[in-house]
């Protein structure tokens, strides 16, 4: 059995870039800072920040163009992907990304409002229709 999940909750570090396919598909992608805090052995804090380049599509992609932007704290269920291509000068480059297929929108609604988020987002911190409800995977229909 193999399993490739990511989960991680951050702040985007800029407002979402959403574009449309040829298909007529919605696609976001954005970066999320993670920050890892601890001290040294002399007591010291120490942090580090690490960035995650993120991909979502279709219908999630529409909910994170409408209501997330720079600095938005959010949770985030994904999985991970590796792509390469070759440059103009045929090197060979190489992007890790999470395509996610979850998010949960994080801290208050002041918070998001002050922020820039948009502030006729609903009270609830995810947004939910019937449609975007089937297409989510719950934790309790994992058979493992």
Known sequence: MDLNKATII???TADPESRTTPTGQTVVSFSIATNLVWKDSNGEKKEKTEFHNIVAWR???E????YLKKG???????RLQTRSWE????VK???TEI?????IMLGSKSD???RGNNTNAPEDSAPQKKEEAEEEINIEDIPF
């Open 10 to 12: 951050g702040r985007l």
């Open 59 to 61: 219908k999630l992609a």
């Open 63 to 66: 909910i994170i163009t409408q």
């Open 72 to 78: 938005s704290q959010i949770y985030l269920e994904g």
């Open 87 to 90: 440059d103009q000068n045929g």
């Open 93 to 95: 480059k190489y992007r």
């Open 99 to 103: 395509i996610a297929d979850n998010m």
């Open 112 to 114: 998001n409002a002050s």
